[in-house]
């Protein structure tokens, strides 16, 4: 410093001690510039050398300049600031370069000061500083911490100067040329553009954002910024530097762009997962969720924009997107709306990938499903442990509610789709509890609250229940109390929900004594309370402890404390056997259960203790004296005043009969006594049993004082005795069946007393079913089988060896034959069970209660264990269904297509029960185990604890294959007979679609083993074909069978390769290859069938009804073989075209998908072509054209069915089946409006001058042809009213209601065809108007305008119809609205998709 320098400073400092500002601003002005940036240097020089911080010069001289323009001396202020500014900001600059700025906090005073005097700088100023910034930024690709405040302000300010002429030196060297006048707003729009295309450091990268974000922009300005600080984060190295990058665009969203700034923070973080999927990124994501949730708090636009995100990404979320979501629904102003989109988008996924894979035709076409519900559901619940805990409740609060809008069916889905969602929510949940314990006890809470509420999904929670007190019972245990206070609500709750819970509960039951104690409490109350119900709801409790406890004995670690509770638990039931009637019956029913289970028959305290309560009760009622007309006293048990009953007997004695059947087995005997004398006891009690059984045998109906030509129903008290007489005396024979078939099963007693009693019974149903009528006369009890009390295990003991597996039998070495002794004694118990078998009626008795009861276990209460199933598909198949099979070398034996009165025949009942079967065990998710257990049969199969393990896929395929084929032929050999089997052929067809059904759902679902699967149904459709193109007897229901079995394995025509065929990867567009062509005859070969089945179905009608003038297109249409009119007649033709519409509608439903399928594989290839490609969007123009070609298939079918050959209501289903195809072509046509880079194709032209003309004229003709008569009568009634006016007051008659309800039901047909073919002819008009494509002459308009209704002539008849009364049949359509209240939108007919169920 020289000494002139050094005595201005000296001047300087003095004037500053005195606060003289103003002269101090006087001795600067008369400096040279040099000389002021020179003094502000060595100051900021001086400073930083002594790391002091306080710039007092530099100070100084900001204040001067600041006097001077206080005191009106503007430009000397001017000249000073201007300086100083300059040289502060390129000191900083020069100082901090880099981004890692150690001493950014001693500018911190100097920053403070740049700000409080850039109001009063000259425009020039500003902008030198500007863009000596800007020159930085470029140079470094840094902006100094100290401009983190400055810079918005200093580009606010720039850009309010006015014009501006401005040179390549005051631009500081960014641009070479002469000098331009530009405004500031133009410079600031040049400087934002020059720092958004400049490459930033990483870790100053947050800053520019910030200084950039918090400067005032325009709405393309923000899309700039928000654009680079996008890109910028692409170019982060350190993954904590992310959630400050994404936290300033979410800032900066709040000025705009928010879809745009969305939509590329879910992009960048989808691609990061895919290169860094690690737990380090999990946590970043959660800050960034945390961010995300902060800023949309703070601006409810930011959430309505994700939310419409979502809508539009629909199943191309990510995990990361999926999870803001979730945190986005936690805000109480979004939750439901976003639960909505995410609830159905878990349900619209497995709906989806359930038609992908059954439409088989536009497999190949259809681009690759990006989403996968069960990873991204599995990958949210593990990442909420590393990062994203916010989620969980949200998640957890997710899985709830859709599995209560999928079990109450609120979503129009599938029941598939439904069901498979429910188990993929209840295994999130599961997750959830085991890995959070902060949401374990909302968990429970929510399950309690469903259980006492009684939602629909109540059943489901407890089953969830059940698998989290398996998982971790430590974990439920605190939350114990909580089941206890809802089980004090079990007078509202149903005693199946009692039960069930009660079950899901037993192991706290056991192994918690406080949680027992306390539910003891409860069920002792309960079963004492004042409501029938109530107690019901308590007996089903005590009978799921007492099972979970017999249990732990049949698992051999039953102790003296699961003992003393057995012994607790008993006490009460003990109690509740002496209450009301209803109530016993309960009890007697639930124990009969219990007594049925292996596990219970191996458990001797079990056994004693039911011993010392049933044997006192059994000496009340029976009759020693055999003297007496019954051994039960059937009059004890009927109060004589109401003659009502007092004791359900039946109940009582089945209970007992299988006790002591249970007692009298050797083995039980040695295990269960301690003495010699409960030896006898046992002995005794089967004593006074087979007594009971001789006496019950000889016993007749007078002796019971019954009339059988008597009164039996509830009108009279005598009909009232003797409906209660007979019902206890059938019952008590019942039980009696029940212990001689068991006991004779074992040689014990004589087979012929089975059959007596079976007689006596037969003999007393009859005459109760006949007799027991209501008041129309009509019979209360439609089958003995309601009556009877057998058993399960009974029925299928005895079925095992009165219809016998002839291999096992024959051969020793079967493998349900596990050694010698066990052939021999199957042998033995066949032998002893001839004369069973000899008894049809009494086999097919056994026959159909087996079934009975596989048809009940729908109900939970009525559950049949899944082996009893299986067993019982394996009678009906190896016992008789095989030997029809089997027929050609061995005749089928009578018994087995014998009939009895009002009943059916051996066979008949087989099929059913197979059919039962498959049906309950679809149900289940189990009926792959089906064909195993009935073909290759093992004792593992029909243990009592199940399956150890499912079979393969591939041998349960080989086995159905095997299966479906021994069934077909059976039904062959039951047609080939003389007479007929027409109603065991069509049973065996119902079967036999039951396992189609599966067949076709594995060769869909499961490329891999399509092969064999294929083969079958391929072969299998072919065949059902050939049989109605054969001659086969003119039966409505096998009809419909062969015809259901048709369209079942229809998609099978296809070629074989077009199951192997996989999706289109759109991601990777140009390494795919052109997918499988698609050949001219495809669709022909896989539609034949059906389309010559319609043809022919129409030429039987023209036949039957005379009709020899049809037009001349029918006449063409027609020009084929004449049917065979004894399989084509007048009750046969109307099942046929109801199947055919019926699979019509089927095939639109898949159009109407794979439509929405194109809509979205155009919006994914415009996504992913570049920008400024004119490409073609080759995928979705060859979806388009296979799509058209199918539903150009489908015209022939639909230009039979608009035949006016049919009568009646068959043209009313050819009406609606044509207006839902024009539904479909509309959908399809607005589609392609929407994606206008979807080219007019010949496949589209096609279809529309099919549908559009030459279905549409043939259309006109049936309407005018077969509705217009109905208005001509219209027209007659209205002429002869006034002469029927004097009749006004009398009723209609019923002629009359009928024709106009005829009329009424017609006219909404007409005009809601009208309209769609009217909307069709819209959107055409509007897609050639787009596409500059002339389409207008495919549009016969004339037809469609010259139909014309009589408004006047159908008022009246409108007026005075009420649509309360009217069948499905006839229940009209609702109006649609008219044209032009839609007119203009693209979107308007979005209700149009809501007329028709989702496929």
């Given at each position: 410093?020289?000494?002139?320098?050094?005595?201005?400073?000296?001047?300087?400092?003095?004037?500053?001690?005195?606060?003289?500002?103003?002269?101090?601003?006087?001795?600067?002005?008369?400096?040279?510039?040099?000389?002021?940036?020179?003094?502000?240097?060595?100051?900021?020089?001086?400073?930083?050398?002594?790391?002091?911080?306080?710039?007092?010069?530099?100070?100084?001289?900001?204040?001067?300049?600041?006097?001077?323009?206080?005191?009106?001396?503007?430009?000397?202020?001017?000249?000073?600031?201007?300086?100083?500014?300059?040289?502060?900001?390129?000191?900083?600059?020069?100082?901090?370069?880099?981004?890692?700025?150690?001493?950014?906090?001693?500018?911190?005073?100097?920053?403070?000061?740049?700000l409080e005097v850039l109001p009063l700088l000259q425009p020039r100023s500003v902008i030198d500083?500007?863009?000596?910034?800007?020159?930085?930024?470029?140079?470094?690709?840094?902006?100094?911490?100290?401009?983190?405040?400055?810079?918005?302000?200093?580009?606010?300010?720039?850009?309010?100067?006015?014009?501006?002429?401005?040179?390549?030196?005051?631009?500081?060297?960014?641009?070479?040329?002469?000098?331009?006048?530009?405004?500031?707003?133009?410079?600031?729009?040049?400087?934002?553009?020059?720092?958004?295309?400049?490459?930033?450091?990483?870790?100053?990268?947050?800053?520019?954002?910030?200084?950039?974000?918090?400067?005032?922009?325009?709405?393309?300005?923000?899309?700039?910024?928000?654009?680079?600080?996008?890109?910028?984060?692409?170019?982060?190295?350190?993954?904590?530097?992310?959630?400050?990058?994404?936290?300033?665009?979410?800032?900066?969203?709040?000025?705009?762009?928010?879809?745009?700034?969305?939509?590329?923070?879910?992009?960048?973080?989808?691609?990061?997962?895919?290169?860094?999927?690690?737990?380090?990124?999990?946590?970043?994501?959660?800050?960034?969720?945390?961010?995300?949730?902060?800023?949309?708090?703070?601006?409810?636009?930011?959430?309505?924009?994700?939310?419409?995100?979502?809508?539009?990404?629909?199943?191309?979320?990510?995990?990361?997107?999926?999870?803001?979501?979730?945190?986005?629904?936690?805000?109480?102003?979004?939750?439901d709306a976003v639960m909505d989109i995410l609830r159905k988008l878990l349900v619209s996924s497995?709906?989806?990938?359930?038609?992908?894979?059954?439409?088989?035709?536009?497999?190949?076409?259809?681009?690759?499903?990006?989403?996968?519900?069960?990873?991204?559901?599995?990958?949210?619940?593990?990442?909420?442990?590393?990062?994203?805990?916010?989620?969980?409740?949200?998640?957890?609060?997710?899985?709830?509610?859709?599995?209560?809008?999928?079990?109450?069916?609120?979503?129009?889905?599938?029941?598939?789709?439904?069901?498979?969602?429910?188990?993929?929510?209840?295994?999130?949940?599961?997750?959830?509890?085991?890995?959070?314990?902060?949401?374990?006890?909302?968990?429970?809470?929510?399950?309690?609250?469903?259980?006492?509420?009684?939602?629909?999904?109540?059943?489901?929670?407890?089953?969830?229940?059940?698998?989290?007190?398996?998982?971790?019972?430590?974990?439920?245990?605190?939350?114990?109390?909580?089941?206890?206070?809802?089980?004090?609500?079990?007078?509202?709750?149903?005693?199946?929900?009692?039960?069930?819970?009660?079950?899901?509960?037993?192991?706290?039951?056991?192994?918690?004594?406080?949680?027992?104690?306390?539910?003891?409490?409860?069920?002792?109350?309960?079963?004492?309370?004042?409501?029938?119900?109530?107690?019901?709801?308590?007996?089903?409790?005590?009978?799921?402890?007492?099972?979970?406890?017999?249990?732990?004995?049949?698992?051999?670690?039953?102790?003296?404390?699961?003992?003393?509770?057995?012994?607790?638990?008993?006490?009460?039931?003990?109690?509740?056997?002496?209450?009301?009637?209803?109530?016993?019956?309960?009890?007697?029913?639930?124990?009969?259960?219990?007594?049925?289970?292996?596990?219970?028959?191996?458990?001797?305290?079990?056994?004693?203790?039911?011993?010392?309560?049933?044997?006192?009760?059994?000496?009340?009622?029976?009759?020693?004296?055999?003297?007496?007309?019954?051994?039960?006293?059937?009059?004890?048990?009927?109060?004589?005043?109401?003659?009502?009953?007092?004791?359900?007997?039946?109940?009582?004695?089945?209970?007992?009969?299988?006790?002591?059947?249970?007692?009298?087995?050797?083995?039980?005997?040695?295990?269960?006594?301690?003495?010699?004398?409960?030896?006898?006891?046992?002995?005794?009690?089967?004593?006074?049993?087979?007594?009971?059984?001789?006496?019950?045998?000889?016993?007749?109906?007078?002796?019971?004082?019954?009339?059988?030509?008597?009164?039996?129903?509830?009108?009279?008290?005598?009909?009232?005795?003797?409906?209660?007489?007979?019902?206890?005396?059938?019952?008590?024979?019942?039980?009696?069946?029940?212990?001689?078939?068991?006991?004779?099963?074992?040689?014990?007693?004589?087979?012929?007393?089975?059959?007596?009693?079976?007689?006596?019974?037969?003999?007393?149903?009859?005459?109760?079913?006949?007799?027991?009528?209501?008041?129309?006369?009509?019979?209360?009890?439609?089958?003995?089988?309601?009556?009877?009390?057998?058993?399960?295990?009974?029925?299928?003991?005895?079925?095992?060896?009165?219809?016998?597996?002839?291999?096992?039998?024959?051969?020793?070495?079967?493998?349900?034959?596990?050694?010698?002794?066990?052939?021999?004694?199957?042998?033995?118990?066949?032998?002893?069970?001839?004369?069973?078998?000899?008894?049809?009626?009494?086999?097919?008795?056994?026959?159909?209660?087996?079934?009975?009861?596989?048809?009940?276990?729908?109900?939970?209460?009525?559950?049949?264990?899944?082996?009893?199933?299986?067993?019982?598909?394996?009678?009906?198949?190896?016992?008789?269904?095989?030997?029809?099979?089997?027929?050609?070398?061995?005749?089928?034996?009578?018994?087995?297509?014998?009939?009895?009165?009002?009943?059916?025949?051996?066979?008949?009942?087989?099929?059913?029960?197979?059919?039962?079967?498959?049906?309950?065990?679809?149900?289940?998710?189990?009926?792959?185990?089906?064909?195993?257990?009935?073909?290759?049969?093992?004792?593992?199969?029909?243990?009592?604890?199940?399956?150890?393990?499912?079979?393969?896929?591939?041998?349960?395929?080989?086995?159905?294959?095997?299966?479906?084929?021994?069934?077909?032929?059976?039904?062959?050999?039951?047609?080939?007979?003389?007479?007929?089997?027409?109603?065991?052929?069509?049973?065996?067809?119902?079967?036999?679609?039951s396992l189609a059904t599966y067949l076709a759902h594995v060769c869909f679902h499961n490329p891999?083993?399509?092969?064999?699967?294929?083969?079958?149904?391929?072969?299998?459709?072919?065949?059902?074909?050939?049989?109605?193109?054969?001659?086969?007897?003119?039966?409505?229901?096998?009809?419909?069978?062969?015809?259901?079995?048709?369209?079942?394995?229809?998609?099978?025509?296809?070629?074989?390769?077009?199951?192997?065929?996989?999706?289109?990867?759109?991601?990777?567009?140009?390494?795919?290859?052109?997918?499988?062509?698609?050949?001219?005859?495809?669709?022909?070969?896989?539609?034949?069938?059906?389309?010559?089945?319609?043809?022919?179905?129409?030429?039987?009608?023209?036949?039957?009804?005379?009709?020899?003038?049809?037009?001349?297109?029918?006449?063409?249409?027609?020009?084929?073989?004449?049917?065979?009119?004894?399989?084509?007649?007048?009750?046969?033709?109307?099942?046929?075209?109801?199947?055919?519409?019926?699979?019509?509608?089927?095939?639109?439903?898949?159009?109407?998908?794979?439509?929405?399928?194109?809509?979205?594989?155009?919006?994914?290839?415009?996504?992913?072509?570049?920008?400024?490609?004119?490409?073609?969007?080759?995928?979705?123009?060859?979806?388009?054209?296979?799509?058209?070609?199918?539903?150009?298939?489908?015209?022939?079918?639909?230009?039979?069915?608009?035949?006016?050959?049919?009568?009646?209501?068959?043209?009313?289903?050819?009406?609606?089946?044509?207006?839902?195809?024009?539904?479909?072509?509309?959908?399809?046509?607005?589609?392609?409006?929407?994606?206008?880079?979807?080219?007019?194709?010949?496949?589209?032209?096609?279809?529309?001058?099919?549908?559009?003309?030459?279905?549409?004229?043939?259309?006109?003709?049936?309407?005018?042809?077969?509705?217009?008569?109905?208005?001509?009568?219209?027209?007659?009634?209205?002429?002869?009213?006034?002469?029927?006016?004097?009749?006004?007051?009398?009723?209609?008659?019923?002629?009359?209601?009928?024709?106009?309800?005829?009329?009424?039901?017609?006219?909404?047909?007409?005009?809601?065809?009208?309209?769609?073919?009217?909307?069709?002819?819209?959107?055409?008009?509007?897609?050639?108007?787009?596409?500059?494509?002339?389409?207008?002459?495919?549009?016969?308009?004339?037809?469609?305008?010259?139909?014309?209704?009589?408004?006047?002539?159908?008022?009246?008849?409108?007026?005075?119809?009420?649509?309360?009364?009217?069948?499905?049949?006839?229940?009209?359509?609702?109006?649609?609205?008219?044209?032009?209240?839609?007119?203009?939108?693209?979107?308007?007919?979005?209700?149009?998709?809501?007329?028709?169920?989702?496929?």
């Open positions: 410093m020289t000494n002139s320098d050094s005595g201005l400073v000296t001047q300087l400092a003095n004037l500053g001690k005195a606060r003289d500002y103003y002269n101090a601003g006087k001795l600067l002005a008369t400096q040279t510039d040099e000389a002021i940036c020179k003094l502000v240097e060595d100051d900021l020089s001086a400073t930083a050398a002594a790391n002091t911080g306080s710039n007092t010069l530099t100070m100084l001289i900001f204040k001067s300049g600041s006097t001077l323009f206080e005191r009106g001396n503007g430009a000397l202020g001017d000249r000073i600031l201007g300086i100083a500014c300059g040289t502060c900001v390129c000191q900083i600059c020069e100082e901090s370069g880099s981004a890692d700025e150690p001493e950014g906090q001693r500018w911190a005073g100097i920053s403070d000061k740049l500083i500007a863009f000596r910034i800007l020159a930085e930024l470029k140079t470094s690709g840094s902006l100094p911490s100290a401009f983190g405040n400055y810079l918005p302000m200093l580009l606010d300010t720039l850009g309010v100067i006015g014009n501006v002429e401005i040179t390549a030196e005051d631009l500081g060297g960014l641009e070479h040329g002469g000098s331009v006048t530009r405004t500031g707003a133009e410079l600031k729009a040049y400087w934002i553009d020059s720092a958004c295309s400049y490459k930033w450091h990483g870790q100053a990268a947050a800053r520019i954002s910030a200084g950039l974000r918090e400067t005032a922009l325009s709405i393309s300005q923000i899309e700039i910024v928000g654009r680079r600080i996008l890109r910028q984060l692409n170019a982060v190295s350190e993954l904590n530097e992310l959630p400050a990058m994404v936290y300033q665009l979410l800032l900066l969203s709040r000025h705009g762009s928010k879809q745009e700034i969305v939509s590329g923070i879910f992009s960048f973080f989808e691609n990061l997962e895919q290169t860094n999927g690690t737990q380090a990124l999990w946590d970043i994501e959660g800050t960034v969720m945390l961010h995300i949730g902060y800023s949309i708090k703070q601006d409810f636009e930011l959430g309505q924009a994700l939310e419409t995100y979502a809508r539009e990404q629909g199943d191309d979320l990510t995990a990361f997107s999926f999870a803001c979501l979730l945190s986005l629904a936690r805000i109480h102003r979004f939750s497995e709906h989806d990938a359930d038609v992908r894979a059954a439409t088989v035709w536009a497999r190949p076409y259809l681009a690759k499903a990006s989403l996968d519900v069960r990873q991204l559901l599995k990958s949210v619940a593990e990442r909420a442990s590393f990062g994203w805990e916010q989620v969980t409740q949200a998640l957890v609060q997710l899985c709830l509610n859709t599995i209560d809008y999928t079990v109450a069916r609120r979503i129009s889905y599938s029941a598939a789709a439904c069901a498979q969602t429910q188990i993929l929510c209840t295994d999130t949940l599961q997750t959830a509890y085991a890995m959070h314990s902060f949401v374990r006890a909302e968990i429970i809470d929510q399950i309690m609250n469903r259980v006492v509420f009684q939602t629909d999904a109540h059943m489901h929670f407890i089953g969830l229940l059940q698998r989290l007190v398996a998982d971790d019972i430590d974990t439920v245990r605190a939350h114990a109390s909580r089941i206890v206070d809802v089980l004090e609500s079990m007078a509202v709750m149903a005693p199946a929900t009692v039960s069930r819970l009660l079950q899901a509960a037993a192991p706290l039951f056991l192994d918690d004594p406080q949680f027992r104690a306390s539910l003891i409490l409860v069920l002792r109350k309960a079963l004492f309370a004042r409501g029938t119900d109530e107690r019901r709801a308590a007996l089903d409790g005590l009978f799921a402890l007492i099972t979970s406890t017999v249990q732990v004995s049949a698992a051999g670690t039953f102790d003296s404390q699961h003992l003393a509770v057995l012994l607790e638990v008993l006490g009460l039931l003990r109690r509740s056997l002496t209450q009301q009637p209803e109530i016993r019956t309960v009890a007697y029913q639930r124990l009969a259960v219990l007594l049925d289970q292996p596990f219970a028959l191996a458990c001797p305290p079990l056994l004693n203790a039911l011993y010392g309560v049933l044997a006192p009760e059994f000496a009340k009622f029976y009759q020693h004296d055999h003297s007496a007309d019954s051994p039960i006293n059937i009059q004890q048990c009927i109060n004589p005043a109401t003659s009502r009953v007092t004791m359900p007997i039946a109940g009582f004695l089945l209970c007992y009969a299988k006790l002591v059947t249970a007692l009298t087995d050797s083995t039980s005997i040695v295990s269960a006594s301690d003495s010699s004398s409960s030896g006898s006891a046992y002995k005794s009690a089967a004593d006074s049993w087979e007594d009971l059984c001789t006496r019950f045998a000889r016993a007749q109906i007078e002796d019971y004082e019954l009339d059988p030509e008597g009164e039996y129903s509830l009108d009279s008290p005598v009909g009232v005795r003797n409906n209660s007489t007979a019902r206890l005396v059938i019952g008590c024979v019942d039980a009696a069946i029940e212990y001689a078939l068991g006991r004779g099963m074992d040689g014990a007693m004589n087979p012929a007393q089975s059959i007596e009693l079976f007689s006596m019974f037969s003999r007393f149903s009859e005459i109760l079913c006949a007799r027991f009528v209501d008041d129309k006369r009509r019979r209360v009890i439609g089958s003995v089988c309601e009556l009877s009390q057998i058993s399960m295990r009974t029925a299928l003991r005895v079925l095992a060896v009165v219809l016998p597996d002839r291999q096992r039998l024959n051969s020793p070495g079967h493998p349900l034959n596990c050694n010698t002794d066990s052939h021999n004694t199957f042998v033995a118990q066949t032998g002893r069970a001839e004369l069973w078998a000899a008894n049809t009626q009494f086999v097919r008795h056994v026959f159909e209660v087996a079934l009975t009861h596989v048809s009940a276990s729908r109900t939970e209460a009525l559950d049949v264990e899944t082996h009893l199933v299986l067993l019982l598909a394996y009678i009906a198949y190896s016992g008789v269904l095989v030997r029809c099979a089997n027929a050609e070398q061995d005749p089928i034996p009578a018994n087995l297509i014998a009939r009895g009165m009002r009943s059916r025949s051996l066979v008949m009942v087989a099929a059913e029960a197979l059919a039962a079967c498959a049906s309950v065990l679809t149900a289940r998710n189990a009926v792959g185990i089906l064909p195993v257990a009935v073909m290759r049969p093992s004792p593992a199969m029909f243990a009592s604890n199940g399956p150890t393990s499912p079979p393969s896929l591939s041998d349960s395929v080989e086995c159905m294959v095997a299966l479906v084929a021994k069934v077909r032929n059976a039904v062959e050999q039951l047609l080939s007979l003389k007479p007929v089997l027409l109603r065991e052929a069509t049973s065996l067809l119902g079967a036999l679609h891999s083993q399509h092969t064999a699967a294929y083969a079958s149904l391929n072969e299998l459709a072919r065949w059902a074909y050939a049989m109605i193109d054969g001659e086969i007897p003119g039966d409505p229901p096998l009809l419909k069978g062969l015809v259901a079995l048709t369209i079942c394995c229809q998609p099978f025509l296809q070629s074989q390769p077009m199951f192997a065929s996989s999706s289109i990867d759109l991601s990777n567009l140009g390494a795919n290859e052109e997918p499988l062509a698609v050949h001219q005859d495809m669709d022909e070969h896989e539609l034949g069938p059906m389309n010559r089945l319609v043809a022919t179905t129409c030429i039987a009608s023209r036949l039957l009804t005379n009709d020899a003038a049809g037009s001349d297109d029918e006449d063409n249409m027609n020009d084929e073989d004449e049917p065979n009119l004894n399989l084509y007649t007048l009750r046969t033709i109307p099942a046929l075209v109801t199947l055919a519409v019926t699979w019509l509608k089927g095939e639109l439903q898949q159009m109407d998908w794979v439509i929405g399928q194109l809509r979205k594989c155009a919006s994914a290839e415009l996504r992913l072509r570049p920008d400024h490609d004119d490409e073609d969007l080759h995928v979705s123009i060859r979806l388009e054209r296979r799509l058209c070609m199918r539903l150009y298939a489908l015209t022939p079918i639909l230009m039979h069915m608009l035949s006016t050959q049919f009568a009646g209501t068959l043209s009313d289903q050819s009406i609606r089946i044509f207006t839902d195809l024009h539904r479909t072509f509309a959908l399809l046509t607005r589609t392609k409006l929407q994606a206008s880079e979807l080219p007019i194709t010949e496949s589209y032209i096609e279809c529309l001058s099919q549908i559009c003309t030459t279905l549409n004229q043939r259309a006109f003709s049936l309407v005018t042809e077969k509705y217009g008569r109905f208005m001509a009568d219209a027209n007659e009634s209205k002429s002869e009213k006034p002469a029927k006016k004097k009749q006004s007051q009398l009723p209609r008659s019923s002629g009359g209601v009928a024709k106009t309800k005829m009329l009424s039901r017609n006219s909404v047909l007409v005009s809601s065809l009208i309209y769609q073919m009217e909307l069709s002819e819209k959107y055409v008009a509007k897609l050639a108007a787009k596409t500059k494509t002339p389409l207008a002459h495919y549009l016969k308009r004339s037809s469609m305008h010259d139909f014309r209704i009589n408004v006047a002539d159908l008022a009246e008849p409108l007026a005075t119809t009420s649509h309360d009364g009217y069948s499905y049949d006839e229940q009209p359509e609702e109006i649609p609205v008219p044209e032009s209240a839609a007119e203009d939108s693209l979107d308007e007919d979005n209700q149009e998709q809501s007329k028709r169920p989702r496929y």
